[in-house]
């Protein structure tokens, strides 16, 4: 389990290290802005945001210990049977499937809005592609079982990249 002063040092620690970007993001400013995504996307849907505020919030604390790493080196560690994500000792919350979507597509909102706004070249241009193609993915994943869900978060995704 990480102590506060370890998570404290959120706040310095790099996202995009791979990506050209005209100024940095870090975790602790990544982690709330996907944390208030999640609090509007609860609302507009009327669902109760407790547990996933504090998860959002949570969910990249790995990146305290280990830096950010890319996603195409994540997805590789994963196909090797290690999940970086779950390395890190914390109370992980029990997350439904829907819940952890809910999450994820406020994980790849931010991504993409700090991207679209701080990418500088094509290779910016490559990744933001790439993760709004994985935004789509995870609406389609996430939102499969309620059309009117679906809906409300294709509206609420729509509003957000305005």
Sequence with gaps: MLTLTEILRASHVRRWNIVATS???SVAEHSFNV???VRALCKRLDIPDEELTKAALEHD???IVFGDIPSPM???MQLDGINLNDYVAQEMRELTAFQKG???IADLL???LFLRDHKIDRHGEDVLRDVN???AHHMVACCSNSPTVK???NMFVSEMLL
């Design 23 to 25: 100024r940095d993001q």
């Design 61 to 63: 604390l790995d990146e």
């Design 74 to 76: 994540k997805q590789k």
């Design 151 to 153: 809906a409300e978060v």
């Design 110 to 112: 931010d991504a993409i």
């Design 133 to 135: 193609h994985r935004l």
């Design 35 to 37: 944390c208030m995504i």
């Design 102 to 104: 809910i999450l994820k």
